[in-house]
């Protein structure tokens, strides 16, 4: 199954390290990693207030202003 690229998922792959998830998928196509991920985001938000809704709201804020910026072509 083909999941679209998030924070989660970027996370995830990040943790998974240098070979990315080792080929290993959930059944839902996400890294292998995505439980840890999943965790590492949930202590973000205990202690920051920062949860991961937040993050990807953020990211997507950001990437709309990159694309604004961006020269017309």
């Known amino acids: 199954m083909n999941q679209p ?4 998922q970027a996370v995830a792959r990040a943790i998974a ?6 080929c290993l998928w959930n059944s839902d196509g996400r890294c ?3 439980k840890v ?9 205990w202690r920051t207030g920062l949860t991961l ?3 990807e709201g953020a990211e997507k804020i950001y990437e709309a202003k990159k694309l604004q910026k961006a020269p017309a072509k």
Do not use: H, N, V
Not at 17 to 22: F, K, N, P, R, W
């Open 17 to 22: 390290g240098e070979d990315g998830c080792c």
């Open 5 to 8: 690229d998030d924070l989660l």
């Open 37 to 45: 991920a999943r965790a590492a985001f949930q202590i973000i938000a």
């Open 32 to 34: 292998c990693q995505t």
């Open 53 to 55: 809704e937040w993050l």
